[in-house]
């Protein structure tokens, strides 16, 4: 991690707000589908936001998690190398979060490197996180592994089919957007700029 000294002022009250966001309920819940998507041979941290971020602070766990989601020989990460060097760490979680970029996550719910990296943003990692288990519920490809009430499903697009008839009918028809031209008048108006009669 880097060697920053501590925030003062409006810096260490923005941090504070940003710390406040962490869940610690939703952590153990994302680290209880870690570890079922993961397989069950994967050690759980300890509780806690400083836990939680040194399991995840390699890469190693996202990249698995990741790959998991996608049939065997498909994974969007071919090897994920086991090191100690801290910018390959750092490209690892990179190579994750472009996975799930790529898996459907959108690009607003997914975290900076250094919101990890650094412990900037952990309530940004669950959010990405959240949104991942969301996509793979709603997928439902049978790559998913874990309890299904976890995850919201994301709303699927209702897609509607209209007749060249119905089309025709619907260009005939004035909508209430349009307004009305029923009603209205112009009666008992006077022009505009003229002057107001004071008696």
């Given amino acids: 991690m880097a060697n920053r000294g501590p925030t003062y002022g409006l810096s260490r009250e923005v941090q504070e ?4 966001k962490y869940d610690s ?8 589908w870690i570890v079922a998507q993961c397989g069950g041979n994967m050690e759980k941290p300890q509780t806690g936001k400083e836990n939680f971020q040194k399991w995840l602070l390699d890469g190693t766990i996202l990249c698995r998690l990741i790959n998991s989601l996608y049939p065997r020989g498909k994974e969007p990460i071919k090897k994920i190398a086991e090191t100690q060097m801290a910018f390959k760490q750092m490209e690892k979680i990179s190579q994750f979060l472009q996975a799930a970029e790529a898996y459907g ?4 719910d997914i975290f900076q490197t ?7 943003d952990m309530a ?4 990405t996180l959240m949104a991942l288990g969301s996509v793979a519920v709603t997928k ?6 874990g309890d299904r009430e976890w995850f919201r499903r994301k709303a699927q697009a209702y897609r509607r089919e209209f007749s060249e008839e119905q089309l025709r009918q619907g260009q005939s028809l004035i909508g ?3 307004g009305s031209n029923r009603g209205a008048s112009q009666a008992g108006m006077t022009g505009y700029g003229m002057h107001r009669q004071i008696m």
């Fill in 25 to 32: 309920d939703l952590e153990q819940k994302l680290v209880d």
């Fill in 176 to 178: 209430l957007q349009m």
């Fill in 140 to 145: 439902d490809d049978g790559h998913y592994r």
């Fill in 17 to 20: 707000k940003i710390d406040l």
């Fill in 124 to 127: 940004a990692v669950q959010r």
């Fill in 105 to 108: 996550v959108t690009t607003t």
């Fill in 114 to 120: 250094v919101d990890l990296w650094e412990a900037k």
